[in-house]
């Protein structure tokens, strides 16, 4: 009885981890890709990821529940403080100039002096989901909500030197060390610097725009689409 109520979880994990490793493998991806186009593949395989994925949190909400710990009000207030921050994240992670991590603009060469947005945060798009893994996990201590967000976690960190590694093989040796330090892991410094903000101010403002619009959909169609209300 017990394991007939964590099916629907556990095949949901396994398409999901399988969506996104299978693609890699024997070249699919790049047959897909050569047949199909670029956008339309990425178009095809966001819908596909953003399907699956919803599954897959559902799933968890209807599995059987085996409480860890008890959520309190400090844990209510995580996701409510850490989401507008991951929700910039995301929105300057799509497209970014560094061709070596998810969701980038891989179509043209990265150049050191002129990184954009990526002089912030190299992997934008992977602490976006880091973030909202790690911040839905203090509200959420049952086991199948801790397996769905500590594994996203895991996962969103274990993905950055991963893709750092394939960087350091792409790059030519000479060029690795300014190309990193020019998009960092993270860092706040080119806030501080007026000529990046200058030239930068456009991207970073309609990017900005956009990531308030999409948090207060997000914070507004929670209870509805998830059944859990994201106030405090």
Known sequence: MILSGWTEFALALVVFVASHFLPRVGGLRETLIGKIG????????GIVSLVVLFWLIGSASR???????AASEWTRNVPAVVMPFAMVLAVIGVGTRWPFTLGSKEAKAFDPANP???ALNRHP???????????HLPPNGDLAHVALFGGFAVMSLAAMPMFDRRA????????????FRAAPLLSLQALFDPKWLIENRRDLAWRLVIAAVLWAVAFGLHSTVIGVSPSP
Do not use: N, V
Request: aromatic letters at 18%; charged letters at 20%.
């Open 116 to 118: 954009g947005l990526a």
């Open 38 to 45: 670029r956008r339309p593949y990425f178009a095809c395989y």
């Open 125 to 135: 798009l992977l602490w976006a989901l880091a973030l909202w893994s790690a911040a």
């Open 63 to 69: 599995a059987p529940y085996t409480e860890l710990w």
């Open 168 to 179: 350091k093989a792409a790059l030519a040796r000479d060029d690795t060390a300014r190309t």
